[in-house]
């Protein structure tokens, strides 16, 4: 979760929706983010709303502790059931993020689960994913994760190779995020996914592919491969700055995902986001499919965002002000916008357009329909989709989808 908030109006101090949010929402799934904001170490390349426990000392005093954060959590969940009324939807996606959510003890985040349970109640099939870092849980502590209701675990691998980790500030140790993989299995996890992050700065196309084959080899059903992001005001951006470490350019970019896209699809993963492999329908993440289908979800915590119906929402960054926020009573969302149609209209072809499914070509207005014609000639969309009316990127548009995107929604 980006640590940046946009502008926007107030929002109303009780939370409440304008009456057209929820016209039709029967007909959308509903899925929850609940926000972990702790961490143990400052990651270098991290721009996420996240708190050392030194950065939080002195500032928020005990509103802002991790020790009865879950309780405050709640809160907001209950605060979420008062807001959307007689709703009857049960939440079919829980994704627990951060910040590491595993430096809260197990039973913090099942606590956090059960009221979702108990407020709304869960869809049969309800996926409820944690992220955790790999040096934060063991056998135990996964078990316990299992047995309070989740059933999918997100695991920050980034890389097998120790001299990337040390550029990326992650303090695990080669060889543990495949481990964490076996021990979430035994602990009886139905679905597991690695993260891995390429393009960091020392990095060779031999430790990508060494990341690559590590993160197969330990048997997870979803990979997730993102190109790294220097964001300004981190401590990488700052080494950058300094001449101490390279800046990666985007040829090299091109080539780790081209690399990825091979030795993954061999090893039976197939792409369904630009960034997200996944080796049945099953493994994919619903949640993040909320995410990119503009469905509804409400993002609990500091900082977390929330979109119901067209209308959009952040809560207030700090964990003191949003904890002091609910103690009180209100609402700890900092603003809010009301999507219009045309809003809407370039979010879906934005974020759709990055699936395997891709977007209508409907969706487009006459000049992104002419880009699209122009994309299709040049081999960046895949034509038998084209004509059933739909842009698909092909593997070349996969590598530069943004300036695809940002011709189609002219």
Known sequence: MPSALPDGEPMPEDGALPRHALAGAAGRPLGFYLHVPYCATRCGYCDFNTY???????????????DN??????????LARKVLGDDPRPVETV???????????????GRMLAAIRDEFGLAPDAEITTEANPESVDPRYLAELRAGGFNRVSFGMQSARQHVLK??????????????VAEARAAGFDHVNLDLIYGTPGETDDDWRASLDAALGAGPDHVSAYALIVEEGTQLARRIGRGEVPMTDDDV????????DERLAAAGFRWYEVSNWATTEAARCRHNELYWTGADWWGAGPGAHSHVGGVRWWNVKHPGAYAQALTEGRS????????????RRVERILLELRLADG???DLLAPAGARAAERALADGLLEPAPYGEGRAVLTLRGRL???????????
């Open 400 to 410: 530069l989808a943004d300036a695809v995107v940002r011709d189609l929604v002219d």
């Open 52 to 66: 050392t426990a030194s950065e939080l000392r002195g500032s928020g005093g005990a509103l802002a502790s991790r």
């Open 167 to 180: 550029i990326l500030d992650r303090t695990h140790t080669p060889g543990r995020p495949e481990a964490c």
């Open 253 to 260: 970019h091109a080539d780790r995902y081209l690399i990825a």
């Open 332 to 343: 700890p969302g900092a603003g809010r916008e009301l999507l219009a149609d045309e809003d």
């Open 95 to 109: 994704f627990v993020g951060g910040g590491t959510p595993t430096l809260l003890p197990a039973a913090d985040l």
């Open 69 to 78: 954060y879950a309780d405050t959590l709640v809160e907001e969940i209950r």
């Open 359 to 361: 977007c209508p070509l």
